[in-house]
């Protein structure tokens, strides 16, 4: 047996998994103690399931035909070097990716700025961005501050915007223990979620008035002086501000926007701030507006007017993808260096330069993920190299997505199966599966940990850093000369002074190490003064708002056995007969209007497009229909980004037809 990080969700268990006959069993040690969720427990399945990507592939014509290894990444890097010299290297853009260890995502942003390009992204873009904006500008840094096992000591757990009953499964027993301890569980959603079955107060808000809440519940807290005044006085800025800024989000205010009862949101006020201390967890419900940043800032208000920090508290942005936390850490962003370093932070930038073997390296933001299809479409950028990740399915308003990847000179795209994507390249380069190769990954606890090789690769397949390497090396850049995996991990380790005297056969041997620490902010936050900010927002309305041609509000969400773009999960024969139907749901009195009934195919249709499927009755506040995200629902979703560059997958204008 042999201990391999889960490739799915970033609450980061372990498995165990048998080399003879790849069954998995559940590590027993931390983070997962003896538990797996379905998705981990089938997680080999895909790996052996038919369409696996067996050689490099080449497009001749309409035709997608087997090359060599040699051929494919020679005409691939004279055709960059050739786009480089016509129209500068930021013609160029590489998308990394959460799905592939610390190592290779370090590769993949290596290339690109010694190429000479910031235009190095992963789906976090997406996902949490927002939250790494909005807690850099709040605490100073940018990730989840407290280790999964504080959970259990909190005396209370606020679940903000995020379901972890579905995405989550295994951080629903921390949940759960706190709760069998005493912990008041509070779950805000705009529908009946799974995840609320456990919660003592259920709040079912209208889409995008969160902020509201999170204003109203600081303006209780403040009226009734319920907050920490040694806390707020000594370690945090912008007290008065906030004060002010909430003034007008009275309960009774805020139960006309939300839909929330005034009572409600004290009593759920009172409760969270006598608790005495309290976690605050959130997801995609917050981040995926153009509010996202606002969204995030108003919630962490909440747990530093409390002080629910450190021994007493913690954010909580639980992580989507098994490695997007890694993939931030090593750098595969374009705006920041490893480590969430600016890229303006000259000291930091001309050290990594010299540990590559360069002066300096480019210092421009590079375009976020979802900033390159209008830049394509721009004729400013011309090659993209992709590295598991499959946007013609995941970014908002996909039929734009699509027309810009048709626009390419060059589409590369490297992944285990030919994906939606994938049928847009150039190349395609056939990827070894998680369990196929060894490599470090981090948790949404900021967790590093070994995943150890279990098998051969599939095929004619390579490891992602073994083809990186290829690559890096036929570009003519310099260091790409490694010997193993475990040089590239010594070569990260270097660049983080709280890995400097860690040794490799001390992260294979463990549950892993914390980077920087267990805990952050304990006593002093990583600002320049060291205080925290408190930063007053207002609500900001969603980009679409409904209208008599689009009258209902189109929210997306996520299903237990179906992951993402599905590649994985529709792959496991397993999962599959799990999976149910995913379905439209549609308030009571809306599908009564409409003439729709329970099991009813319905057509969906926003200003981008429109999709059918069945619909399930209730579950969600008049007005609202919420779509699983997987598969289609992105022909529908609004484009519009937020500060931190997410697209409002959570809030589109839509109108609903029974059809059929
Ligand atoms: N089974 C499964 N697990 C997964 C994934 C998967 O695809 N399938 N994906 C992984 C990834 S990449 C991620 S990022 C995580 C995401 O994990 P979550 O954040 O839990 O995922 P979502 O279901 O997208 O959104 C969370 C909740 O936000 C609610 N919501 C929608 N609009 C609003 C709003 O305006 N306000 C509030 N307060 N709530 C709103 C939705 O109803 C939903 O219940 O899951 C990870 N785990
Ligand atoms: N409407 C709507 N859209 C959303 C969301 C939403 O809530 N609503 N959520 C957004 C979020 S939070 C996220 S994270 C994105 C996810 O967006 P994506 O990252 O594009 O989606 P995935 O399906 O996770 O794609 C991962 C790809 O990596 C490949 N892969 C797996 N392992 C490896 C490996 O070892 N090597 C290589 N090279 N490839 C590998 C898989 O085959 C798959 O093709 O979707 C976003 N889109
Ligand atoms: S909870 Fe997440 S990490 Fe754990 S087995 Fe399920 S998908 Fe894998
Ligand atoms: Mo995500």
């Given at each position: 047996?042999?201990?391999?990080?889960?490739?799915?969700?970033?609450?980061?268990?372990?498995?165990?998994?048998?080399?003879?006959?790849?069954?998995?069993?559940?590590?027993?040690?931390?983070?997962?103690?003896?538990?797996?969720?379905?998705?981990?427990?089938?997680?080999?399945?895909?790996?052996?399931?038919?369409?696996?990507?067996?050689?490099?592939?080449?497009?001749?014509?309409?035709?997608?035909?087997?090359?060599?290894?040699?051929?494919?990444?020679?005409?691939?890097?004279?055709?960059?070097?050739?786009?480089?010299?016509?129209?500068?290297?930021?013609?160029?853009?590489?998308?990394?990716?959460?799905?592939?260890?610390?190592?290779?995502?370090?590769?993949?942003?290596?290339?690109?700025?010694?190429?000479?390009?910031?235009?190095?992204?992963?789906?976090?873009?997406?996902?949490?961005?927002?939250?790494?904006?909005?807690?850099?500008?709040?605490v100073?840094?940018?990730?989840?501050?407290?280790?999964?096992?504080?959970?259990?000591?909190?005396?209370?757990?606020?679940?903000?915007?995020?379901?972890?009953?579905?995405?989550?499964?295994?951080?629903?027993?921390?949940?759960?223990?706190?709760?069998?301890?005493?912990?008041?569980?509070?779950?805000?959603?705009?529908?009946?979620?799974?995840?609320?079955?456990?919660?003592?107060?259920?709040?079912?808000?209208?889409?995008?008035?969160?902020?509201?809440?999170?204003?109203?519940?600081?303006?209780?807290?403040?009226?009734?002086?319920?907050?920490d005044?040694d806390f707020v006085r000594s370690r945090t800025d912008?007290?008065?501000?906030?004060?002010?800024?909430?003034?007008?989000?009275?309960?009774?205010?805020?139960?006309?926007?939300?839909?929330?009862?005034?009572?409600?949101?004290?009593?759920?006020?009172?409760?969270?701030?006598?608790?005495?201390?309290?976690?605050?967890?959130?997801?995609?419900?917050?981040?995926?507006?153009?509010?996202?940043?606002?969204?995030?800032?108003?919630?962490?208000?909440?747990?530093l007017?409390?002080g629910?920090i450190g021994?007493?508290?913690?954010?909580?942005?639980?992580?989507?993808?098994?490695?997007?936390?890694?993939?931030?850490?090593?750098?595969?962003?374009?705006?920041?260096?490893?480590?969430?370093?600016?890229?303006?932070?000259?000291?930091?930038?001309?050290?990594?330069?010299?540990?590559?073997?360069?002066?300096?390296?480019?210092?421009?933001?590079?375009?976020?993920?979802?900033?390159?299809?209008?830049?394509?479409?721009?004729?400013?950028?011309?090659?993209?190299?992709?590295?598991?990740?499959?946007?013609?399915?995941?970014?908002?308003?996909?039929?734009?997505?699509?027309?810009?990847?048709?626009?390419?000179?060059?589409?590369?795209?490297?992944?285990?199966?030919?994906?939606?994507?994938?049928?847009?390249?150039?190349?395609?380069?056939?990827?070894?599966?998680?369990?196929?190769?060894?490599?470090?990954?981090?948790?949404?606890?900021?967790?590093?940990?070994?995943?150890?090789?279990?098998?051969?690769?599939?095929?004619?397949?390579?490891?992602?850093?073994?083809?990186?390497?290829?690559?890096?090396?036929?570009?003519?850049?310099?260091?790409?000369?490694?010997?193993?995996?475990?040089?590239?991990?010594?070569?990260?380790?270097?660049?983080?002074?709280?890995?400097?005297?860690?040794?490799?056969?001390?992260?294979?041997?463990?549950?892993?190490?914390?980077?920087?620490?267990?805990?952050?902010h304990?006593w002093e936050f990583?600002t320049?003064d060291g205080k925290a900010r408190l930063?007053?927002?207002?609500?900001?309305?969603?980009?679409?708002?409904?209208?008599?041609?689009?009258?209902?509000?189109?929210?997306?969400?996520?299903?237990?056995?179906?992951?993402?773009?599905?590649?994985?999960?529709?792959?496991?024969?397993?999962?599959?007969?799990?999976?149910?139907?995913?379905?439209?749901?549609?308030?009571?009195?809306?599908?009564?209007?409409?003439?729709?009934?329970?099991?009813?195919?319905?057509?969906?249709?926003?200003?981008?497009?429109?999709?059918?499927?069945?619909?399930?009755?209730?579950?969600?506040?008049?007005?609202?229909?919420?779509?699983?995200?997987?598969?289609?629902?992105?022909?529908?979703?609004?484009?519009?980004?937020?500060?931190?560059?997410?697209?409002?997958?959570?809030?589109?204008?839509?109108?609903?037809?029974?059809?059929?």
């Amino acid at each position: 047996m042999k201990a391999v990080v889960c490739p799915y969700c970033g609450f980061g268990c372990r498995l165990l998994v048998d080399e003879k006959t790849m069954k998995v069993k559940p590590y027993p040690g931390e983070p997962n103690r003896g538990k797996l969720c379905p998705k981990g427990l089938h997680s080999t399945e895909f790996v052996r399931s038919g369409g696996r990507l067996r050689r490099p592939l080449k497009r001749v014509g309409s035709a997608m035909v087997p090359v060599s290894w040699g051929v494919a990444i020679e005409e691939i890097s004279n055709k960059l070097l050739e786009i480089r010299e016509l129209y500068g290297a930021d013609a160029v853009a590489f998308l990394a990716s959460s799905k592939i260890s610390n190592e290779e995502n370090y590769l993949v942003q290596k290339i690109a700025r010694l190429f000479g390009t910031n235009n190095i992204d992963n789906c976090a873009r997406l996902c949490h961005e927002a939250s790494v904006h909005a807690l850099k500008l709040a605490v100073g840094t940018g990730a989840q501050t407290n280790p999964y096992e504080d959970l259990e000591a909190f005396n209370a757990i606020l679940i903000w915007g995020y379901n972890p009953a579905e995405t989550h499964p295994v951080v629903m027993d921390y949940i759960l223990r706190a709760k069998r301890n005493g912990a008041k569980i509070i779950v805000v959603d705009v529908r009946e979620t799974r995840t609320m079955a456990f919660a003592d107060y259920k709040l079912v808000i209208r889409p995008g008035t969160d902020i509201t809440l999170a204003n109203a519940i600081a303006n209780v807290i403040i009226r009734e002086e319920l907050y920490d005044e040694d806390f707020v006085r000594s370690r945090t800025d912008g007290f008065s501000e906030v004060r002010m800024g909430v003034m007008k989000y009275t309960p009774e205010y805020a139960e006309k926007v939300t839909g929330v009862s005034a009572e409600t949101i004290q009593e759920v006020a009172r409760t969270f701030a006598r608790a005495g201390s309290g976690a605050l967890m959130w997801g995609m419900g917050l981040t995926q507006h153009v509010s996202g940043v606002e969204n995030v800032l108003a919630v962490i208000n909440l747990a530093l007017l409390l002080g629910y920090i450190g021994e007493r508290g913690g954010l909580y942005p639980m992580r989507g993808q098994n490695n997007v936390q890694g993939a931030a850490y090593m750098g595969a962003l374009s705006e920041f260096l490893p480590g969430y370093i600016p890229l303006t932070d000259e000291r930091f930038r001309k050290r990594v330069a010299s540990l590559w073997g360069v002066e300096d390296l480019p210092t421009e933001r590079g375009l976020y993920l979802t900033e390159l299809w209008d830049a394509i479409e721009r004729g400013d950028v011309r090659a993209l190299y992709i590295v598991g990740e499959n946007p013609a399915v995941s970014e908002a308003d996909f039929i734009h997505v699509r027309k810009a990847l048709r626009k390419l000179d060059l589409l590369v795209v490297q992944d285990l199966f030919m994906t939606r994507t994938a049928r847009y390249a150039h190349y395609v380069l056939p990827a070894s599966a998680f369990c196929e190769k060894s490599g470090s990954y981090m948790n949404s606890e900021r967790r590093i940990q070994w995943s150890h090789r279990v098998c051969e690769p599939y095929g004619d397949s390579k490891p992602d850093w073994k083809i990186l390497m290829m690559l890096g090396k036929a570009l003519g850049l310099p260091g790409f000369d490694y010997s193993s995996i475990e040089e590239i991990t010594a070569e990260y380790f270097r660049l983080f002074p709280e890995l400097e005297e860690r040794s490799v056969e001390e992260l294979k041997n463990s549950d892993g190490i914390f980077l920087p620490r267990k805990r952050l902010h304990t006593w002093e936050f990583a600002t320049p003064d060291g205080k925290a900010r408190l930063i007053a927002v207002e609500q900001i309305e969603p980009w679409e708002r409904p209208d008599k041609e689009y009258p209902l509000v189109l929210t997306t969400v996520r299903k237990i056995s179906h992951y993402n773009t599905g590649e994985m999960t529709l792959r496991s024969s397993s999962l599959v007969r799990l999976m149910g139907e995913p379905k439209a749901l549609i308030n009571e009195k809306d599908a009564k209007k409409l003439g729709i009934n329970d099991g009813d195919w319905v057509e969906i249709e926003t200003r981008r497009g429109k999709i059918r499927m069945r619909a399930k009755v209730g579950g969600v506040p008049e007005g609202v229909i919420a779509v699983p995200f997987h598969f289609k629902a992105n022909k529908l979703t609004s484009p519009a980004l937020n500060k931190a560059g997410t697209p409002e997958f959570k809030f589109s204008a839509c109108r609903v037809k029974r059809f059929g």
